[in-house]
């Protein structure tokens, strides 16, 4: 058991510190309030867009992909600037997306393919009635239902069904996402590696349905409620952490990507002591990592998608790092509003990506000069126009231990000095610029911050 609000001590020091933060030019996102499906839903429309074979999806330094980043721009994140404005480096010829068209013989689905959900519905002969939305996605909207006919006894008790979109490609993505809850289910028998339980699957209306056990909320809620702009209690965190590095684990020895860890995608039971990982429609096999930087979510997302360099399940550790800090500060860790701006806020926390991670990289030569230099991409606050200027990072500017250790005028306990200390070195093994040195699930399960 754990308390999720930080006590008084612990909230006015992460205060203090976020206020230095403020002070020192950190940018500062709130968690709770971001919606990360949204997000996620244009960038995936930016990807069918671009789907030219070869060639990048999301190049900053393209004005055309630069207009489509800036319908979003918040004044949060401009920077002031004086340069002047940049002519367009190229234009990229984009194909129209394809269409999402739903089977016309079902008058059940919208244009774009997703369930027109009816409450108090019988779904699969009448097993299940609707009762509530949970959410939609973008490759599907999820109910809370009630069993209502069931041969194992189990009548009245709720259940999530996930309604996959009747869209031919949405449908292959939701039965593969079948086949690999399958896999990890056979490879979990005891249920505990905290991954979502899938209990059985149905069609409805031309409609692939997946029936899960049903959960309390997600992690966003739960900053939301217990620790908005704060975030939650460090033993909180700890205790989430160690269940997250077990999900790692299993899909590790699994050889499955998750590829779009987020607080949205992480359910907790009705205590909040126990989580899930869930949302498995973006997963795969490590050997299918074909190189598209709009994988995973942004704000989650890790720099060798971003540079079109080869990965695998290390991008899940990354994830699971910006999450941590999330979920510690209430505060979003790299709030970049395009790939480029994510890239500039990762070496001003890390510092400089080493040469050799560049050359390996597809769209390296688009980020860096010949002499390592970033092109940093933004728009002028005042003309509204491309700005591309060139920043030498050798250093972090903002690491870990300053954006996260209060000011000496704020006292913490000893203890709880040490827990943030472990705290900040499991987040920086997470954070690791190259992958190949990036904390391996196993190892975080035996770091100091998850043993005590």
């Known amino acids: 058991m754990f308390d999720l609000v930080k006590d008084d001590e612990e909230g006015g020091a992460q205060a203090e510190a976020q206020a230095q933060n403020v002070q020192n030019g950190a940018v500062e996102m709130s968690a709770a309030d971001y919606d990360a499906s949204k997000d996620r839903r244009e960038d995936e429309e930016k990807r069918l867009r671009a789907n030219i074979k070869g060639e990048p999806e999301d190049v900053d330094m393209v004005e055309e992909e630069e207009e489509e980043e800036e319908e979003d721009v918040d004044d949060m994140f401009a920077l002031a600037m004086g340069e002047k404005k940049v002519k367009k480096v190229k234009k990229v010829a984009r194909p129209a997306a394809p269409a999402l068209v739903a089977n016309a013989i079902d008058s059940a689905a919208d244009a774009e393919g997703y369930y027109s959900i009816i409450l108090g519905e019988q779904l699969d002969g009448g097993r299940y009635q609707v ?222 990506f080493n040469q050799k991670m560049i050359k390996k990289a597809k769209f390296g030569d688009m980020y860096f000069d010949t002499m390592g230099a970033f092109n940093s991409v933004d728009q002028d606050r005042i003309t509204g126009g491309t700005v591309v200027r060139t920043v030498h990072i050798t250093k972090p500017s903002r690491d870990l231990r300053a954006r996260l250790m209060p000011p000496a005028s704020a006292k913490l306990k000893d203890e709880e000095n040490k827990l943030l200390t472990s705290f900040i070195d499991l987040l920086d093994k997470c954070l690791a610029l190259d992958p190949a040195r990036r904390i391996t699930p196993r190892e975080a399960l035996v770091h100091p911050f998850i043993r005590g």
């Open 131 to 352: 009762f509530s939305v949970l959410g939609k996605g973008m490759f599907a909207n999820v109910v809370r239902a009630r069993v209502l006919q069931s041969e194992d006894g189990q009548a009245n008790k709720e259940v999530a069904i996930k309604i996959t979109r009747n869209q031919e490609s949405m449908v292959k993505a939701g039965l593969k996402e079948v086949a690999i809850l399958n896999k990890l289910k056979q490879a979990d028998p005891d249920d505990k590696k905290h991954i979502v339980r899938l209990e059985r699957t149905f069609e409805h209306r031309g409609h692939l349905c997946l029936v899960f056990e049903s959960m309390s909320m997600n992690l966003r809620d739960v900053v939301k409620r217990f620790g908005k702009d704060v975030g939650l209690n460090i033993r909180a965190v700890r205790a989430y952490a160690h269940q997250l590095f077990l999900a790692l684990s299993l899909l590790k020895k699994c050889n499955i990507m998750h590829a779009d860890i987020k607080p949205d995608n992480i359910l907790v039971n009705d205590a909040k002591t126990l989580l899930k990982l869930c949302d498995l429609g973006s997963a795969s096999d490590v050997s299918e990592n074909e190189i598209t930087p709009y994988l995973v979510s942004r704000f989650y997302r890790a720099p060798e998608i971003i540079m079109g360099a080869p990965y695998d399940a290390a991008i899940d550790v990354w994830s699971v790092g910006c999450t941590l800090y999330e979920l510690y500060t209430g505060k979003i860790l790299f709030p970049g509003r395009s790939n480029n701006q994510m890239l500039l806020h990762m070496m001003e926390l890390k510092g400089r």
